[in-house]
């Protein structure tokens, strides 16, 4: 284990008129619904607390099924975002799924041109990919409003160096690797959740990139199931292609009686063979 810097490079220039100090905040649910609706209270109490400037979409109040609501008004909520012009950073308000459906129905050109912030992370990443995909936009890995701004004991560690990247044109981001001794990579960092891209193979909706860090998480999925779509981007040639592979956090699955000493560890020993 070594503490290691990982230097952070932006691909896009900051949108004239945004600080590192405060925004003008676009809260949205492009998938499911929001469970806990005190969370969304939370995230907006302590957002405004710090100076930004909140606008909360219909999505993040309505139900339909599982997801926040129809798909039309969730493609609309995109739109909403990208219009509105007192939004900079749209932060989804959580995850779940739904991004699928809408795909093939964004205008992504407009998206890119309104030259906005998109944050968030889980079902986001179909977003992100798409977009990346579509115009190489840069898009943000990071905090859920629900989940993450609205939890009852947010992560300072987290909320820091969100607000710290997105208020840099260069970021460098210091923690504990379990790997190589020494690797020196340097490329687009791209990813996100592991399901979302291997869901995506064989798409117009998965980028192409080379010589890339590509990083990777996931909840709920049993080692073996992370194995199994870690050998899937592998034998599609999309590990091959990168610089290096960086593991996320992995939590959330049930132990099975027929693991006999396969865990984690051993997963990941696997793959680096």
């Given amino acids: 284990m070594r503490s290691a810097p990982l230097r952070i490079f932006r691909l896009a220039p900051q949108p ?23 969370a969304i209270a939370r995230a907006i109490g302590r957002l405004e607390a710090a100076g930004h400037r909140v606008v909360v979409d219909p999505t993040v109040t309505t ?20 219009e ?5 950073l749209a932060i989804a308000v959580r995850g779940g799924y739904g ?6 129905r964004l205008d ?36 859920l409003a629900a989940y993450d701004f609205g939890a009852a004991t947010p992560s300072e560690f987290t909320l820091q160096h969100c607000w710290g990247l997105l208020g840099s044109a ?15 990579a340097e490329g687009t960092l791209w990813g996100g959740n592991l399901s979302m891209l291997t869901h995506l193979i064989g798409t117009p909706y998965l980028p192409r990139v080379d010589g890339g860090i590509l990083f990777v998480e996931d909840v709920g999925e049993h080692p073996y199931r992370i194995e199994r779509m870690l050998y899937q981007l592998h034998h599609a040639g999309i590990l091959g292609r990168q610089r290096a592979l960086l593991l996320g956090e992995f939590n959330g699955y049930p132990p099975s009686a027929n693991d006999n000493g396969y865990d984690m560890a051993a997963m990941v020993d696997q793959c680096r063979r």
Avoid: C
Wanted: hydrophobic share 45%; proline share 7%.
């Fill in 170 to 184: 260069e970021y460098v981001v210091e923690f504990v690797l379990a790997g190589p001794p020494e690797l020196a």
């Fill in 63 to 82: 139900r339909w099924q599982r997801f926040s609501a129809p798909d039309t008004e969730r493609l609309a909520a995109v739109t909403r975002m990208t």
């Fill in 108 to 143: 992504f050109a407009s998206i890119a041109a309104a030259n906005k912030r998109w944050l968030g992370h889980s079902d986001f990443t179909a977003f992100q990919l798409a977009a990346l995909a579509a115009g190489r936009m840069v898009t943000f890995a990071g905090p």
């Fill in 84 to 88: 509105d012009p007192r939004v900079e």
């Fill in 99 to 104: 991004w699928s459906r809408l795909l093939d």
């Fill in 16 to 38: 004239s008129g945004m600080t590192t100090r405060t925004y003008g905040i676009g809260l949205y649910a492009p998938a499911g619904f929001v469970v806990e609706p005190e």
